[in-house]
């Protein structure tokens, strides 16, 4: 699919850590950036450092074996300035003792109807803002869902930006939850970036590029 999208973004240099799998690092490398997918081990204070954001794709806390033992280098590098991006995890056969540096709870919640409302629970949030605006037009287009295993308790670190829901049932306004940690940011996200990105959903990269450069 060709699209002809409004795009600006902050920062350049990727470090995506591969979980269940996905094309998230493929939609990026289109859009610009510079995308090094990195194994378990290479995710050392050293190695971090040099990227603008570092991108846990779907499910990579719950298959990788060694994220345990490497999630304190996750962490410090937020604390000293970096942008992590955590998509979404379930909380069965997590591989970490938390998914955040702060208490989060993953939760079954999930928004099937692609269509359902998006409303900004923040609207002056740089994610809402820097470098592109987004708008509710921005949510148009999405393919078979807004997303799945949304947080359900969060410690206050935490700011949820957006909400949505499926017809009849409650705000879930656990899907997209922005912490500044440190110098940096920690981001945990059940918004199915994995899903839009491949489909070339305009909105869906605009956003995604506004989350990383939340450093910037």
């Known amino acids: 699919r060709v699209v002809r999208l409004s795009l600006k973004r902050r920062g350049q240099t990727i470090g995506y850590v591969q979980g269940a799998g996905d094309q998230v690092p493929a939609g990026l490398r289109q859009i610009g950036y510079s995308v090094e997918e990195l194994q378990v081990d290479n995710l050392t204070a050293d190695r971090l450092r040099k990227f603008d954001a570092v991108i846990l794709g779907v499910r990579a806390y719950n298959t990788l074996e060694?994220?345990?033992?490497?999630?304190?280098?996750?962490?410090?590098?937020?604390?000293?300035?970096?942008?992590?991006?955590?998509?979404?995890?379930?909380?069965?056969?997590?591989?970490?003792?938390?998914?955040?540096?702060?208490?989060?709870?993953?939760?079954?919640?999930?928004?099937?109807?692609?269509?359902?409302?998006?409303?900004?629970?923040?609207?002056?949030?740089?994610?809402?803002?820097?470098?592109?605006?987004?708008?509710?037009?921005?949510?148009?287009?999405?393919?078979?869902?807004?997303g799945l295993y949304f947080a359900n308790e969060w410690?206050?670190?935490?700011?949820?930006?957006?909400?949505?829901?499926?017809?009849?049932?409650?705000?879930?306004?656990?899907?997209?939850?922005?912490?500044?940690?440190?110098?940096?940011y920690f981001v945990y996200t059940g918004y199915s970036w994995f899903r839009q990105i491949p489909a070339g959903v305009p909105g869906a990269f605009r956003l995604f590029a506004n989350l990383i450069a939340l450093g910037h």
Do not use: M
Request: glycine share 10%; hydrophobic share 35%.
């Open 66 to 146: 060694g994220i345990r033992s490497r999630q304190p280098a996750l962490f410090d590098y937020a604390k000293a300035g970096g942008t992590v991006i955590v998509q979404y995890a379930t909380s069965h056969e997590l591989h970490v003792e938390a998914p955040a540096p702060y208490p989060l709870k993953i939760s079954r919640d999930r928004v099937s109807e692609e269509t359902a409302e998006v409303r900004f629970l923040l609207p002056d949030h740089p994610v809402l803002n820097v470098p592109n605006k987004i708008t509710p037009a921005d949510f148009e287009g999405w393919v078979q869902e807004r």
């Open 155 to 184: 410690d206050g670190a935490f700011q949820a930006v957006l909400s949505c829901n499926d017809a009849g049932e409650p705000p879930r306004d656990g899907g997209l939850l922005v912490a500044k940690h440190g110098a940096g």
